[in-house]
């Protein structure tokens, strides 16, 4: 089955830098890429996915690539802020309705 | 639209006992999944249902798992007896036929075993 390895497992940074947390997978049928935050406390939420048709995609302040030829793929964080701490988890899929695989989660840490 | 609710948020139960945990999908979702997160570690998959049916349970992790998902609608999943490393979270999610816009979760049911 698929596996995903992601890090760091922790990151702190300073408030305005950029934070990157890097995802592999295992299984080259996989064409979904999701990434969920999850605030302490509340439910994982999706913010930003991208499919394996796509090599990047922005929104606003986040960034996602994805290398399918190297079955890696990251988030990009720009001018972080302390609402940005968070635990960040990747995630990839056969789409459709297919289970999800999900990393081990990185816990960031934005310092003001 | 209402969002995924699980009931309860918290339990509590001592190992041996029986504990219900309860998930109700957004209306009209077709897919429902079971996840657990153990311990800070990744969110693992237990199963899936498309509408009443277990689509892919492979997750699930020995015959104390019980879920079920009568008429389509909302879905529970059992755990009896419980064992101390069944302590984590709990969480269900939701999405769409053909699972498009990614998973909408639910806030989780923290479940401790003592």
């Known amino acids: 089955g698929e596996n995903v390895e992601q890090h760091p497992s922790t990151l702190s940074v300073q408030e305005g830098d950029s934070a990157v947390i890097k995802c592999t997978y295992s299984d080259s049928a996989s064409n979904y890429f999701p990434w969920y935050k999850q605030e302490l406390g509340k439910r994982p939420q999706l913010i930003i996915d991208?499919?394996?048709?796509?090599g990047e995609k922005k929104d606003q302040r986040i960034a996602v690539t994805l290398n399918k030829t190297a079955k890696h793929f990251s988030l990009h964080i720009t001018e972080t802020q302390p609402e940005d701490s968070a635990v960040y988890f990747c995630a990839a899929s056969m789409g459709g309705y297919q289970k999800v695989t999900f990393g081990t989660g990185t816990k960031l840490q934005v310092i003001p | 639209e209402a969002g995924v609710t699980q009931f309860p948020s918290h339990s509590v139960i001592e190992k041996g006992q029986t504990v219900t945990l309860r998930c109700d999908p957004i209306?009209?979702?077709?897919?429902l999944y079971w996840y657990r997160r153990v311990m800070g570690k990744e969110i693992k998959f237990l199963l899936h249902?498309?509408?009443?049916?277990?689509?892919?349970e492979s997750g699930m992790p020995n015959n104390r798992f019980l879920a079920e998902r009568t008429g389509g609608t909302y879905s529970t999943l059992k755990v009896q007896p419980a064992e101390l490393e069944d302590s984590g979270v709990y969480f269900c999610?939701?999405?769409?036929?053909?699972?498009?816009?990614?998973?909408?979760f639910g806030s989780g049911t923290r479940l401790t075993v003592v």
């Open positions: 249902f498309v509408k009443e049916s277990k689509q892919d």
């Open positions: 999610a939701s999405s769409q036929a053909q699972g498009r816009g990614g998973y909408t």
């Open positions: 209306s009209g979702h077709d897919n």
């Open positions: 991208i499919r394996s048709n796509v």
